[in-house]
């Protein structure tokens, strides 16, 4: 078993490191707020006194951390790559944009660490149970060495390419997510104006070529699909302000890379005006609300 | 078996009433243009003087036509509705705006005949193989005494409720598949930029969040779903410019019943860009070239 630092134990981070306790690893964690500290600690972790003190002899460092300045912060100037032993394998589980994820991944690779930007899918409920999907940027070698670490947080462990696909994968990905709720909200709430009941709508688009996971399995009016957070007046799921995160990072991307994508750019700017009239916390699929014009 | 008038023998008609003939009906065909005209009465078909006289004897009346004006002039104003003989069925399976359909069905059901709005998907394709799918919007009755002749053009046949149901589910449907193509193009030209494989970044979105029919059975890229028009550099399959129709009809149905939907509308606009640059002939999915900047 190894022995693990792990920095940044919040909503996510902190279920996860518990689940590596869970299957006997050594933790050492930390994080600036001891409020999220604590669970872990009671869990068995150990107490970093800082970031660089947690990793100091740690085999594998995990780092889930808010944004790609937090990244740069810990890793670089002076960070986690001075203070890591020889050796250690550093996995960055934080949605962080592609550019700061591959800065890091040079700077590791210089100071001879191998490095992994691992971000996740699947939110608290899949960070609680240990069934995160991952998607991994980096060699072959580091991803084959954190498979087993990542297999105690998650069911699926995806090689998206080298630096920074992990990060490329997730964004390209959750931007077509938030394009095609949108779509299926529009799609629901006009057949609602013209009188089709959403369940034989439901029936005819979910056998056909207007599917989508955001129909099928998320349902946004309730009843055809009874786990989706529609069912639950739009509570738990994945915030409306997690998803605008995501859809900003893809557009952070796109410009970095000169792509086009209209779509994802109007989606991001439905999700901001439908986080700024105060539904940041609830589930994405409350925007049929917002369409309907009853948010 | 029935005496079925099919008025409209066009791409699609054409196949549609070619099946009737094959499993035993008695089909008398009308159409403006002879050159259509002709493979049907080969195949056994009577050739009606005009709209209203292949009508006459019929007990179903069948039309497949380009627009809602065509509709309402065929059925309307001395015609169909004057012409077909009491106890007829009438079933439109053009694919039409829904305030023309109920006009028809309103104007049917006071001249007592059962009608039926049928708009089909599945393409030529389906149309010769007779696997379409019908969205049927009507009574009980029309829809129990329109499924047997329908099967016989289709595979499935749903009834998506009362009078412009089946136009109504129609375009819902086509609104969100143009909206999760480009969405699905924007995201494998994005990933493709940010230097993904396009075979990893499907395996991916393909079992995860980002899945849709769109990408998973009609994989704008060539190579992961080998049936797709990707494949074949985008020939045949579903025409741009029938797409960039039903995105207007979306459109039309929208600001008619007050309906937002910001993505349908500018799915419309990029269809209407894609095909005024000289693609209306090419598969939808070939977007993506004009999403690179490749047109």
Not at 48 to 63: E, L, P, W
Not at 193 to 197: P, T, Y
Not at 251 to 260: K, L
């Given at each position: 078993?190894?022995?693990?630092?792990?920095?940044?134990?919040?909503?996510?981070?902190?279920?996860?490191?518990?689940?590596?306790?869970?299957?006997?690893?050594?933790?050492?964690?930390?994080?600036?707020?001891?409020?999220?500290?604590?669970?872990?600690?009671?869990?068995?972790?150990?107490?970093?006194?800082?970031?660089?003190?947690?990793?100091?002899?740690?085999?594998?460092?995990?780092?889930?951390?808010?944004?790609?300045?937090?990244?740069?912060?810990?890793?670089?100037?002076?960070?986690?790559?001075?203070?890591?032993?020889?050796?250690?394998?550093?996995?960055?589980?934080?949605?962080?944009?592609?550019?700061?994820?591959?800065?890091?991944?040079?700077?590791?690779?210089?100071?001879?660490?191998?490095?992994?930007?691992?971000?996740?899918?699947?939110?608290?409920?899949?960070?609680?149970?240990?069934?995160?999907?991952?998607?991994?940027?980096?060699?072959?070698?580091?991803?084959?060495?954190?498979?087993?670490?990542?297999?105690?947080?998650?069911?699926?462990?995806?090689?998206?390419?080298?630096?920074?696909?992990?990060?490329?994968?997730?964004?390209?990905?959750?931007?077509m997510l938030g394009i095609s709720m949108i779509g299926t909200c529009e799609a629901l709430a006009l057949g609602e104006?013209?009188?089709?009941?959403a369940?034989?709508l439901f029936?005819?688009m979910s056998?056909?070529?207007g599917q989508s996971w955001s129909l099928t399995t998320y349902c946004p009016v309730?009843?055809p699909v009874?786990?989706a957070?529609s069912?639950?007046?739009?509570?738990?799921?994945?915030?409306?302000?997690?998803?605008?995160?995501?859809?900003?990072?893809?557009?952070?991307?796109?410009?970095?890379?000169?792509?086009?994508?209209?779509?994802?750019?109007?989606a991001?700017?439905?999700?901001?005006?439908?986080?700024?009239?105060?539904?940041?916390?609830?589930?994405f699929s409350g925007i049929i609300?917002?369409l309907?014009?009853?948010?």
């Open positions: 078993m190894s022995n693990i630092a792990f920095i940044g134990v919040g909503n996510m981070g902190g279920p996860m490191a518990r689940n590596l306790l869970k299957a006997g690893h050594q933790v050492t964690a930390f994080d600036l707020s001891d409020a999220v500290l604590d669970p872990v600690l009671k869990a068995g972790a150990r107490k970093g006194a800082s970031a660089n003190a947690a990793v100091k002899d740690a085999d594998v460092v995990i780092t889930m951390l808010p944004a790609g300045h937090h990244v740069r912060a810990v890793y670089l100037d002076n960070g986690v790559l001075g203070a890591a032993k020889k050796g250690a394998l550093l996995i960055d589980s934080s949605t962080i944009d592609v550019d700061s994820a591959r800065a890091v991944h040079t700077a590791a690779e210089k100071a001879g660490f191998l490095f992994l930007d691992a971000p996740v899918s699947g939110g608290t409920g899949g960070a609680e149970a240990g069934t995160l999907t991952f998607m991994c940027g980096g060699s072959d070698a580091a991803f084959e060495q954190a498979k087993p670490v990542l297999e105690k947080m998650g069911k699926k462990i995806a090689h998206a390419g080298g630096p920074g696909a992990g990060q490329a994968a997730k964004i390209c990905n959750n931007m104006k013209l009188g089709l009941e369940q034989k029936d005819i056998t056909s070529s309730p009843g009874p786990t957070p069912n639950r007046d739009y509570a738990g799921g994945f915030a409306t302000a997690l998803m605008l995160k995501d859809l900003k990072l893809a557009q952070t991307a796109a410009q970095s890379v000169g792509a086009n994508t209209p779509l994802g750019a109007e991001a700017q439905l999700y901001s005006l439908f986080a700024a009239a105060g539904n940041a916390g609830i589930d609300r917002m309907r014009g009853k948010a």
